[in-house]
């Protein structure tokens, strides 16, 4: 059998729709299922749901949201100005642009499919094609610029369904000699970190390195490079180059990464039937520790509206019985309800004194988010994680 369902989720809303009322007439959910293809050993979204569905003008997340992000892409662009050099760069998912308008002295071009986002590049005076990234797309911009020196995509290769057109037309507007970053939450440090919500609509991909290698050589695509990023619970940052290049020698960490894979059983379907297991173990633990609060009447909060949280709340089935409301500096998320679970949102401006409890959504961040709450934590306030097993910190 090529493609086994492992997890079941259950009914899932968009994650961008963030409700203005906590009573909607209608709202769309779909099943969330886990699978794993036992030929290219990817791992997907058994339910894909449309793009337009997700991606529009009202796409709520900014990529510039958090200090630690912005920091890591203003570092990254320094160091691909020093290392490649490159005279074109493209950037496909652009967002707000945290990272592309990082290189005003050459030509930079944005790919945006969410308006509203697409609308902050180009007032910033970068090209941005407010469309899906595709091959018609490809030949648009290879018309105007001729081929590009480096393509780079941060969280957003993993967003889109058709992965051999998507790789069909980086082949086609990569320049020989040019390099492809495509940055993106790493399947294993998922696997190990249970973080069983980097699975959601938008997520129709969590990559292995051993995926992207099988998925990929059909494009004239080979991988020469990778890092293990901290960022977003453990992202891999992997570099490719065409197969003809010789310009740049395939690192010893290729090897490496994949020998890696393979022993943790990436390439099995009985890790991810074990990881199954797991998940439903996190969400007793979890619920567990969210009963017992309310039974103490503890004040609960939620820190970070993130759309991972929504796989979390929507299958733990944590409402606003549980959680009084979510903190978030987003100014888009204010005043909004979470999708499914209807939980209102505020805008942030430190945590009240008289909340005990804060669930961290945006896990992922926690450094930064301890750093900045220290009075909190001083007062007695405790946080709740679900990462990487359901406890009070
Ligand atoms: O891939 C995706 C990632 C990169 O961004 C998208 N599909 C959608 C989005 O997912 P997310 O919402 O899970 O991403 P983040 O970056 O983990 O979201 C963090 C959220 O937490 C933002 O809404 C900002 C908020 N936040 C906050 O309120 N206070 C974050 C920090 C660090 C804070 O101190």
């Known amino acids: 059998m090529k493609k086994v369902i492992f997890l079941d989720l259950g009914k899932h809303p968009i994650t961008n729709n963030f409700l203005k009322t906590p009573k909607p007439d209608k709202e769309f959910f779909y099943n969330l299922k886990l699978v794993f293809n036992n030929k290219t050993k ?13 991606f529009n003008d009202t796409y709520a997340h900014r990529a510039s949201a958090s200090m630690t992000m912005q920091n890591a892409y203003n ?24 990272f592309i308008k990082n290189f ?12 509203n986002l697409a609308k902050i590049t180009k007032n910033m005076g970068i090209e941005t094609y407010d469309e899906f990234w595709d091959f018609k797309l490809s030949n648009k911009i290879k018309e105007k610029h001729g081929k590009i020196d480096l393509i780079y995509s941060a969280n957003t ?26 940055e993106d939450p790493s399947l294993m440090e998922s ?40 960022t977003h619970g453990g992202s891999n940052r992997v570099y490719f180059k065409k197969i003809d290049n010789k310009k740049y020698k395939v ?56 759309y991972k949280s929504s796989t979390v709340l929507n299958y733990c089935k944590l ?45 992922n961040f926690k450094d930064e988010i301890f750093k900045k709450e220290k009075s909190f934590i001083k ?15």
């Open 42 to 54: 990817l791992i997907s979204l058994a339910n894909f749901v449309k793009p337009k569905m997700m």
């Open 319 to 363: 409402n606003s019985n549980f959680i009084k409301y979510f903190l978030d500096t987003t100014p888009t998320k204010k005043g909004k309800y979470t999708p499914g679970t209807h939980i209102p949102i505020f805008k942030y401006k430190g945590i009240p004194k008289n909340i005990d409890y804060a669930f961290l959504g945006a896990w």
């Open 251 to 306: 690192s010893k960490i290729v090897m490496k990464q994949l020998k890696n894979e393979k022993k943790y059983g990436i390439n099995q379907l009985k890790t991810y039937t074990k990881f199954a297991s797991k998940v439903k173990k996190s969400k007793r633990n979890l619920i567990k520790i969210f009963k017992k609060l309310k039974k103490i009447n503890k004040t609960v909060i939620g820190y970070g509206a993130t």
């Open 75 to 98: 570092k990254l662009a320094e160091k691909i100005k020093k290392k490649y050099d490159p005279k074109k760069i493209l950037e496909i998912g652009s967002n707000d642009g945290v």
């Open 104 to 115: 005003k002295k050459v030509k930079n071009i944005g790919v945006e499919p969410c308006k």
């Open 379 to 393: 007062r007695g306030g405790k946080f709740i994680t679900h990462v990487p097993n359901p406890k009070i910190l």
């Open 191 to 230: 696997l190990k970190n249970v973080a069983y919500d980097q699975f959601y609509d938008e997520h129709s991909y969590v990559f292995s390195i051993t995926a992207l290698k099988n998925i990929t050589k059909d494009f004239d695509l080979e991988i020469f490079k990778i890092e293990k990023l901290k």
């Open 157 to 182: 290769i993993s967003h889109i369904h058709n992965l051999s057109e998507t790789f069909k037309a980086i082949k086609n507007l990569l320049g020989e000699d040019g390099i492809f970053i495509l």
